[in-house]
């Protein structure tokens, strides 16, 4: 671990007015992430896995507590520089793809960049690096509804990355997916990881993903019921680790 | 960027959007023909009146008030010299008027008797058509007037009045001809006679009641007119005008309606486009858009509507419009009932200040209908967005 870690949280606590009362969903969580890192946080159903990824990708604020994610404190950070942060170093890769629907593979991964303001030679040289990675290039005129779920994914993943982003933050990256899709993406997350030194934080229940973390988080009722560093089950190839 | 995905989004839409973009132009094109019927009425009914009676402005006797039937006994008098002048070298025409009857078909009917010199060409009524040798006083009525009294071409008729001493006279007169005017103000009740005959049936030698100036002749300088009051073109047409504006406000009703109607479907459809696309609100955020970006781009979508319209508008609009400019619409008879000269057919104007600013309270409103809505995305939580469960 580096002296300054990517993420670190310090006793963050969330909760929801739910009915006369609060719901904790994330009960004084204090975790350090550094670069690099290939972490998930796992669990059940409603222990607070996707909340504490909001938090930690400045969607959302915590209700006591800090977080500091790459030197900003999530809870004094305004719309604007939420908005930077998570433009300039973060990226998101959702469930349900959330690709545009109107927009081409190649526009959809252009996105970032085009909000980053990039002329446009340097976005064309980057997204076509970012669907090489991912094995899309050839998909790249491709509508969204003309892809499978794995290559849908596959393209989040570009999109995630094409701005070299410290951070990439992945909730339930593999739940609409089969078997055989979930490696083929989790394969190319471990490779990027390996490749670009980008950190990978999952939200996952799902025992792939599990399969493929160095680092396990678990989190029961909102608490960190373990932390622990463990040795992959899968390799980068999709296999079972020796 | 914004620009290139609200248009995406636009298109993405399909039949929604050119539903909405239709109704739009729908709603444009009947606010500027119905606004450029009115602009072509007023048009036309200006150059009517200045065409057939009003000319370059008028010289009215001190007591002639038209508005007051009663006051016509005592507004005739001499012309003023330097008006006599201006008549004399054709750049004036006189009318005298003077209160009376016809008796077509036994029944009395009051009318003006207004005497005009046949050999005027300054005013586009058919006066040559007096300068006739018959025994009885030629008369020129309009078709109005020829409908309201049953007289023909070929009729005679008893006229009325009173002369100068007060003393009831009367003598045979013969239609001579029958003009179509769009001016009901001199047709209707109406009869002329040669100046000259006038004037001697009256005993009022010399005399006119006003004096229309030839259009581009400037009025008198100083008091040459003596006590006669003048009115210029502006003057006399202010009743027209105030008349067109006061149709104009009325059908503003219509117009907003119509406008309400379109923007109804247009702030519908953000509505529904920014619930239906929750998820791809907390994406954009979760990207790194701001909100206010967010919201500019759901407003810039909903007033391309407006956009999308005004080109549908011009492409199957600037045929219909340019040909309905041309060929008119041919106005019932009971129009003469609306109070304006206007013709047989009334010709719509479409002018560049019409359609500019129609297309700019278009395109303004569709802006603002398009914002309305997306103002939730100001208070949007992106994590309930990202669920579905923002609004």
Known sequence: ?242 | MLLRLSWRNLMGAGLRTWLNAFVLSLAFLLIITAQGLLHGMNEQAAQALVAVSIGGGQYWHPAYDPYDPLALEDARGPLPAALQERVARGEAVAVLAVPGGIYPAGRMKPVVLKGIDPAQDLLDLPAAALDTAVAEIPLLIGARMARSSGLAVGDRVTLQWRDAGGTFDARDGLVVAVMRTPVQGVDQGQVWLPLDSLRAMTALPGAATHVTLARGTSALAGDAASTWRWRSTDDLLADVRELVRAKTAGSLFVYALLLFLAMLAVFDTQVFSIFRRQRELGTLIALGMTRRQVLGLFTLEGSLHGVLALALAVAWGTPLLAWFARRGWTLPRNTDDYGFAIGDTLYPVFGPDLLLGTALVVLGLTAFVSWLPTRRIARLQPTAALRGRAL
């Open chain 1, 1 to 242: 671990m580096t002296a300054e870690p990517l993420i670190e949280t310090r006793d963050l606590v969330k909760t929801y007015p739910v009915g006369g009362g609060d719901l904790i969903a994330l009960d004084r969580v204090s975790l350090r992430v550094a670069a690099g890192e290939f972490a998930g946080i796992v669990g059940p159903s409603g222990s607070g896995k996707t909340t504490f990824l909001n938090i930690v990708g400045s969607l959302d604020t915590p209700t006591r507590g800090s977080a500091r994610v790459l030197g900003e404190r999530v809870e004094t950070l305004g719309h604007r520089r939420a908005a930077a942060l998570r433009n300039r170093h973060i990226g998101f890769i959702f469930q349900t793809f959330n690709l545009l629907p109107v927009y081409t593979v190649f526009e959809n991964v252009e996105f970032p960049l085009l909000l980053l303001g990039l002329p446009a030679a340097e976005r064309r040289r980057r997204v076509m690096a970012a669907l090489e990675r991912v094995g899309l290039a050839d998909r790249a005129r491709s509508r969204p509804d003309q892809l499978s779920g794995g290559q849908s994914q596959r393209v989040a993943i570009s999109r995630a990355v094409v701005k070299d982003p410290a951070l990439v933050l992945a909730d339930e990256p593999t739940a609409n997916l089969d078997a055989a899709n979930s490696h083929q993406v989790l394969h190319t997350m471990v490779r990027l990881n390996r490749e670009l030194g980008t950190t990978f934080l999952f939200s996952t229940h799902d025992e792939k993903v599990i399969g493929y973390l160095r680092r396990r988080i678990t989190l029961v009722d909102g608490a960190v019921a373990a932390d622990e560093v463990v040795t992959p089950t899968h390799g980068e190839n999709g296999e079972a680790a020796p």
